[in-house]
T-cell receptor, first 114, second 114 residues
Framework: DAGVTQSPTHLIKTRGQHVTLRCSPI?????VSWYQQVLGQGPQFIFQ???????GRGNFPDRFSARQFPNYSSELNVNALLLGDSALYLC?????????????FGEGSRLTVL | DAKTTQPNSMESNEEEPVHLPCNHS???????IHWYRQLPSQGPEYVIH???SNVNNRMASLAIAEDRKSSTLILHRATLRDAAVYYC???????????????FGTGTSLTVIP
């Protein structure tokens, strides 16, 4: 079975540009979460979506937005890119929202902002 | 949100047991204790989780203190493939409705010596 897939795997943008990152969850999983991981730090929560509704938002500016589609795939959008947005962006899926549930992570999209 | 405290780094000899500690003194009664690990250039992967009782699976064991203010992840025989950053995370039932994001912290970087 396919795991969580993310695209693109690597990308380079310049300051002020916009980026869209995509995530396909494991088949049957209805929850998708996004995390930002800056070099040397642990992942930081950005958004969680469940059944196409936003369930949680981390401490990120409004330049960050996301959505979940009817097939449960998801997009993360970042506008007006800053140098500090350079990071590994991780997508995770899970069947539901149980606190006992396991998160399955993709390998991430590495964004470099010049 | 309940926080966890872990040592920044630990070393272990190959084929010896490893005990990775985690302090979570502000844990609430509904917080699950999760452990994930992240190998270089990969997304985090699930290791184990528990609520009150000790837990075992094919990867590791989780020992939870009686007062639940600390826990220990036990790798019974460390291999070179176990070299990774290990994250101890608390996740609560309230988050099912508000977005039960994981707060990763900086984790423990485990080095396995051949």
């Amino acid at each position: 079975d396919a795991g969580v897939t993310q695209s693109p795997t690597h990308l380079i943008k310049t300051r002020g540009q916009h980026v869209t990152l995509r995530c396909s969850p494991i088949s049957g999983h209805k929850s998708v979460s996004w995390y930002q991981q800056v070099l040397g730090q642990g992942p930081q929560f950005i958004f969680q979506y469940y059944e196409k509704e936003e369930r949680g938002r981390g401490n990120f500016p409004d330049r960050f937005s996301a959505r979940q589609f009817p097939n449960y795939s998801s997009e993360l959008n970042v506008n007006a890119l800053l140098l500090g947005d350079s990071a590994l962006y991780l997508c995770a899926s899970s069947p539901g929202t149980s606190p006992a549930g396991e998160l399955f992570f993709g390998e991430g999209s590495r964004l470099t902002v010049l | 949100d309940a926080k966890t405290t872990q040592p920044n780094s630990m070393e272990s000899n190959e084929e010896e047991p490893v005990h990775l500690p985690c302090n979570h003194s502000t844990i609430s009664g509904t917080d699950y204790i999760h452990w994930y690990r992240q190998l270089p250039s990969q997304g985090p992967e699930y290791v184990i989780h528990g609520l009150t009782s000790n837990v075992n699976n094919r990867m590791a064991s989780l020992a939870i203190a009686e007062d639940r203010k600390s826990s220990t992840l036990i790798l019974h025989r460390a291999t070179l493939r176990d070299a990774a950053v290990y994250y101890c995370i608390l996740r609560d039932v309230v988050g099912m409705y508000t977005g039960n994001q994981f707060y990763f912290g900086t984790g423990t970087s485990l080095t396995v010596i051949p």
